[in-house]
Every structure is written in C-alpha cells, then in structure tokens.
C-alpha cells in the first residue's frame, strides 16, 4: 500500500512526524510532498530534522499569496505528481490551502482522499480554514476524527458513515516530546532573563487578527500591557503586518523572539506560566501540557479546552489582561483527544480501507 501526504504549514509538519513514523513501523509505503506554503525555514525545514521525518519526495515550492493565487498554483502541479505516483491514499492534514488543493486534485482524480482532523468546526465562515476543512470533510472519502465532538459534527452534516474515531495525532508527538524534554527548561529563560513561571508565551498570526491595523493595534498593546513578561513569537506574517501599519511590537512588557522549533516551543510552554494565541494547534497543546491558555478569538474547535476551564475565548482585547489574571484552572485527568496512539490507527485504518 502506498500513502501520499500533503502537508505545507508548520502544524500539519508536526501532524506528519508520527503518521510517517507509524508508516514506517507498518511497512507502508509513505510518499511526502511539501507545497510549500510556509517556506520560513523555522516554520518549515527544521521539523523534518527535529522531528525525525523522511525529506520530502517533491517539494512544490509555491511560497507566498492569496488564497487563490496559492491554492491555484498547488491544484497546478499536485495532478501530475499524483500521476506520477499513483498512490491508494492521499492523506490530507487539517485546514489550510494545501488541505483543499490536494483535496480537489485527488478526488477530481478518482484517488481515494482521507482527512486527518476531520469534522472540527468553528462556525465562523468568516475564517478561510473553515471553509478549507467543510469542502475537504464533504469530498473525502474516509474522515479521520481527532474527538468525539468533531465525529457529532460530522454525523450531522450526513457524514457518519464515511467517520472513524482515530484521536489526535498531535496528542502523539506531544507527549513524545514532552517526555523526552524531561524537565529541561525553556531557552528563553537565560536567553531574556525569565523567571519560569512568570511569563506568557504568545503567537499572534491568524488574519481576523493581523490584517485590521486597528486591531492589530489594540492586541499587541494589550499583550505589552500585561502583568508580567510576553514572549511573542513573531510569525512573519505578524511582522509583516505590524511594519505596514507603523505598529511597534517592542512596546511595555511585550518581547519579540524568532519562531521557536517545535521542540523548544514546547519547553517555553512548560516553562511558561500561560499561553496568548490564536492558534488552534497551540491551544491544544497548551491544555495537553495542563498550562492555562486565553485564546484570541470568538471561537475555537478545541471545544473541550474551554468546557474543562483550561482556555479562555477572548474576542475585545481590553479584557485580555483580566482573563490571563483569571484563578488557575481545577485539575483534570480528562484525554478527550487519545492516549497516543493516534497515528497507528490512521495507518491501520487506511490499511484496511
């Protein structure tokens, strides 16, 4: 059996390291093909090293635009790489222009598609991912759930008999990481002169966010407000964007840093005293690694990090500083996204397919 994976953003990059190595372990033929829709090497090249995943087999390299433009130049070049290869599967990762292109080439194809994360919503159809994740659910042919909330959803959209209950692949290399960190602390520490404990960590890149310079405005005087030390991790798109406004990230007690590698993003969080983000992946791994996170948006598909009062919705950014300050979460022995061993089931799953 051969399997194709499409994957192009830094999540779906973690989201990869497992199911490569579970390939592997199954003796599954495992084609990689990288879009290249990040193309920073610390959101992109530095996984396949730190994550022990196999280079790529084809790197389509479409860098930067819109969403059009970006999407179209992969739907552009994906058929004839999966002519060229011919596999049983395409896997597609999560919620981003490369999910859908692939997607669409494959299905238009008659290659059997199957989509890891399947059935997460946020019913924000303002979001571009939203889109990317309902057209992708509703064209593939097997849809790999990470819970039993985005299995409901999927039951209700008429998706149920096509739906398998896999867990979180990210839960997976997580805990991996986590345990081989084994209590190293966080290079930030000696790096800004942090007390462990005492300080946020911060990613600010989704465009609800970034793209209104007055908002954007607002966000990053809040986080620089805050009590204690903000490590913001400044995405490029960030950086682009607060350059073209005049906005100034170094401001109060906000500290701008690179993008971390995902080995030491994980020792800032567990170092870290809470987490600021839009992220979906981060949040996640916030609530895994039980530290508290306020989440910078209206929404989130990680419901279950908000029902056990791990993460906290905030959508007016003067409020941010009253939620980060809210008391700690109670503690919770709940594992809504798997155990582990998310991968193994995804291969054996296809395997079976």
Not at 77 to 95: C, E, I, K, S
Not at 115 to 137: K, Y
Not at 298 to 326: C, F, H, K, M
Request: hydrophobic letters at 45%; proline letters at 6%; aromatic letters at 4%.
């Amino acid at each position: 059996m051969k399997i194709l994976s499409v994957v192009g953003a830094r999540p779906q990059f973690v989201k990869l390291a497992p199911i490569d190595r579970a390939a592997r372990e199954a003796g599954v033929e495992h084609v990689i093909v990288h879009t290249g829709q990040h193309y920073d090497p610390m959101l992109s090249d530095i996984f396949f090293s730190e994550l022990g995943i196999s280079s790529p087999d084809v790197h389509l390299g479409v860098g930067s635009g819109s969403h059009g433009v970006q999407t179209g130049a992969m739907l552009g070049q994906l058929d004839a790489v999966f002519d060229a290869h011919a596999p049983d599967w395409v896997l597609v990762y999560g919620d981003t222009n490369s999910t859908v292109a692939a997607a669409l080439s494959a299905v238009k194809m008659h290659i059997p598609v199957a989509h890891l994360e399947a059935g997460l919503r946020s019913f924000n159809r303002r979001m571009p991912e939203e889109h990317n994740r309902v057209l992708t659910d509703h064209a593939a042919d097997i849809l790999l759930a990470p819970t039993e909330v985005a299995m409901a959803h999927l039951a209700d959209e008429g998706l149920k008999a096509r739906s398998v209950l896999v867990g979180d692949v990210m839960t997976d290399v997580l805990y991996s990481t986590r345990d081989e960190l084994s209590g190293e602390p966080s290079v930030l520490i000696d790096e800004l002169g942090l007390t462990p404990g005492e300080f946020q960590v911060a990613t600010i890149h989704r465009a609800e966010n970034t793209d209104d310079p007055v908002r954007l405005a607002q966000i990053i005087e809040a986080l620089g407000a805050l009590a204690t030390p903000t490590v913001l991790l400044a995405h490029p798109r960030l950086v682009a964007k607060a350059a073209e406004a005049d906005i100034d990230l170094e401001q109060g007690n906000l500290r701008v840093h690179r993008p971390l590698a995902y080995r030491d993003l994980i020792a800032a969080v567990l170092s870290s005293g809470h987490v600021v983000t839009d992220s979906g992946g981060l949040q996640k791994e916030a609530f895994l690694l039980r530290v508290p996170c306020t989440t910078v948006r209206t929404e989130t598909e990680w419901v279950e990090t908000v029902q056990l009062g791990w993460n906290a919705l905030v959508s007016d950014p003067s409020v941010l500083a009253e939620t980060v300050a809210r008391p700690a979460p109670s503690p919770t022995d709940e594992a809504p996204y798997g155990e582990g061993s998310a991968a193994r089931r995804v291969v054996e799953v296809l395997s079976a397919g």
